[in-house]
């Protein structure tokens, strides 16, 4: 099928371990780049709705766009027991683009977990990065530390609410639910703080939450636990040496400026942009410009 410029085709993917992930496409399958575009924990592909509609005008000439959701997340089946894990997802990753991008260039973008996720796709899958990746974006996350972040707090009630959050974790993973709740407005309050910066749309802090609601509880959890496990600071230095971008919120309470500039200081040639008042939404927050820094490399990485 030929696709249209704004044209989107939805499917699904059956991993190696039986696992059905949903994936969008949009653009032309015969253009000359592909951007496959990896969300965050607990979220959706609709993180990237804006960044997936811009990146084609922005980029200035024919592109293809394709985001998916990880693994007990948005519409995708929930993690079996043991695999809701930022490795896995590596693995994930590497079959999507096996099978729905086997031939020519790759950009890929991820946000939060979905940088964590390109940082275990270069540990895991070096041939595959070296051979096929011609551009990253590294946007609101971390190469580690997050196994009690302080979340801006005073240590004590940092200390209080990383407790709670385990308690909450190990009821998650025990739980037979398909999903973590069937209301999400109790959630904004408290997602608005954790995840925006100032000035958050209320519609904004909604979708957040309707998708926080629908992660399945036991991956939910799981996925936290690999959070805290996460340290792939090396993993860095093996990402190929092509056009990078780190995009950091000042105001990200979840992976915050010091972790953006660790992982600059461990790719000195990556272009490093740092958005005042944006909490860890970028890709809600700082729209455009997120899309325009992914639109820079593709474009330089068609050059």
Not at 42 to 52: E, I, K, N, P, Q
Request: with cysteine; aromatic share 4%; net charge negative.
């Amino acid at each position: 099928m030929t696709l249209g410029q704004q044209e989107r085709v939805e499917s699904t993917l059956t991993t190696s371990d039986g696992v059905e992930l949903a994936v969008d496409e949009s653009g032309d399958p015969h253009a000359p780049i592909t951007v496959l575009l990896v969300h965050g924990w607990t979220l959706s592909r609709r993180t990237w709705d804006r960044v997936m509609e811009g990146l084609p005008g922005s980029v200035g000439s024919s592109v293809r766009v394709v985001r998916f959701d990880h693994r007990g997340h948005g519409d995708s089946d929930p993690s079996p027991r043991g695999t809701a894990e930022i490795a896995r997802c590596a693995d994930d990753v590497a079959e999507l683009i096996a099978d729905r991008v086997p031939a020519g260039p790759v950009v890929i973008a991820g946000h939060s977990m979905g940088g964590m996720t390109i940082m275990a796709l270069a540990e895991r899958h070096p041939r595959l990065m070296a051979e096929r990746v011609r551009g990253v974006a590294l946007i609101a996350t971390s190469s580690g530390g997050l196994a009690a972040p302080d979340l801006g707090l005073p240590g004590p009630v940092a200390a209080v609410f990383n407790a709670g959050e385990r308690k909450l974790r190990s009821v998650l993973a025990r739980s037979e639910r398909g999903r973590v709740g069937d209301r999400s407005a109790w959630m904004r309050p408290g997602l608005r703080w954790l995840l925006f910066g100032s000035g958050a749309s209320g519609s904004d802090v909604a979708m957040s939450a309707e998708w926080v609601a629908k992660c399945h509880p036991a991956s939910f959890a799981g996925f936290r636990e690999s959070l805290a496990e996460h340290e792939r600071g090396d993993a860095l230095d093996a990402l190929p040496e092509v056009p990078t971008v780190v995009l950091a919120g000042l105001a990200d309470r979840l992976c915050p400026l010091p972790h953006a500039r660790v992982m600059s200081e461990r790719l000195p040639r990556a272009g490093f942009f740092v958005y005042a008042g944006a909490g860890h939404m970028l890709p809600l927050e700082r729209a455009e410009e997120v899309t325009d820094r992914i639109a820079d490399v593709t474009r330089s990485a068609l050059r």
